[in-house]
């Protein structure tokens, strides 16, 4: 539901580093998990990222969480699971959907709203999300890989670092985070071709990667062929 995303003043580099926040506050939701699953075939890569937060608050919350997707891939699906409920976003003119959104809201209702506030950069406002409820948010998004000398390159981005570049301050002098480092699962699938993993070993496809720097996916001996899909109104 493409929209614009709560009036609350949200730090967007410590919403990056928290992954989500309570609207209208300094509370930052905790993160349970995070999962991404990559399907790699003929150049064309596949991500579907889950992240799973957790309402510790003692009253209902209506929570903003932000995340990177790469500025040239296009988001196709996103899915909210909120305490056992599934709320699957569908698109409107940007009025229309805070509309819709705010009428839920007031009726007691969850809902989700969504907005890409900068080329890369996601928003999403989830309202009524009770107490000690969970929350699964699940961004589907497909791109083409940067391909040099036919090796295929794949950046998935988990900070806004990794979309509009790092400091160039020395190390000492650099913007550091506290509180423990964050990790994921990775689960990498390729028909045609080998696929390695920048800093780590994919064992039978899969990996446990730190959330503070992006993921690297390196694809060879890989054959181009075409491929074939459906629109959304169900032309070839």
């Given at each position: 539901?493409?929209?614009?995303?709560?009036?609350a003043?949200?730090d967007?580099?410590?919403?990056?580093?928290?992954?989500?926040?309570?609207?209208?506050?300094?509370k930052?939701?905790?993160?349970?998990?995070?999962g991404?699953?990559?399907?790699?075939?003929?150049?064309?890569?596949?991500?579907?990222?889950?992240r799973?937060?957790?309402?510790?608050?003692?009253?209902?919350?209506?929570?903003?969480?932000?995340?990177?997707?790469?500025?040239?891939?296009?988001?196709?699906?996103?899915?909210?699971?909120?305490?056992?409920?599934?709320l699957?976003?569908?698109?409107?003119?940007?009025?229309?959907?805070?509309?819709?959104?705010?009428?839920?809201?007031?009726?007691?209702?969850s809902?989700?709203?969504?907005?890409?506030?900068?080329?890369?950069?996601?928003?999403?406002?989830?309202?009524?999300?009770?107490?000690?409820?969970?929350?699964?948010?699940?961004?589907?998004?497909?791109?083409?890989?940067?391909?040099?000398?036919?090796?295929?390159?794949?950046?998935?981005?988990?900070?806004?670092?990794?979309?509009?570049?790092?400091?160039?301050?020395?190390?000492?002098?650099?913007?550091?985070?506290?509180?423990p480092?964050?990790?994921?699962?990775?689960?990498?699938?390729?028909?045609?071709?080998?696929?390695?993993l920048?800093?780590?070993?994919?064992?039978?496809?899969?990996?446990?990667?730190?959330?503070?720097?992006?993921?690297?996916?390196?694809?060879?001996n890989?054959?181009p062929?075409?491929?074939h899909?459906?629109?959304?109104?169900?032309?070839e």
């Amino acid at each position: 539901m493409p929209a614009v995303a709560s009036p609350a003043k949200i730090d967007p580099l410590k919403a990056f580093m928290a992954g989500a926040f309570v609207s209208r506050s300094e509370k930052a939701m905790p993160l349970l998990s995070t999962g991404f699953d990559v399907t790699i075939e003929a150049g064309l890569a596949l991500v579907v990222a889950k992240r799973r937060f957790r309402n510790d608050e003692e009253g209902s919350i209506e929570a903003t969480i932000t995340f990177p997707i790469p500025v040239h891939a296009t988001l196709f699906s996103l899915e909210a699971r909120i305490d056992g409920r599934n709320l699957r976003a569908r698109a409107q003119r940007r009025a229309a959907a805070r509309d819709t959104y705010e009428a839920a809201l007031k009726q007691g209702k969850s809902a989700v709203l969504h907005e890409e506030v900068l080329r890369g950069v996601h928003m999403l406002s989830v309202g009524h999300i009770p107490p000690g409820g969970e929350i699964e948010v699940t961004t589907s998004w497909a791109m083409t890989l940067s391909i040099v000398n036919n090796r295929g390159f794949l950046r998935i981005p988990l900070t806004v670092g990794d979309i509009y570049g790092r400091s160039g301050l020395s190390d000492s002098d650099d913007l550091t985070h506290g509180g423990p480092s964050q990790s994921a699962k990775l689960i990498v699938r390729c028909g045609n071709g080998t696929v390695v993993l920048k800093d780590h070993r994919l064992n039978e496809g899969s990996a446990t990667v730190p959330l503070n720097r992006p993921i690297d996916l390196t694809l060879s001996n890989w054959t181009p062929r075409d491929l074939h899909g459906q629109a959304a109104d169900g032309r070839e």
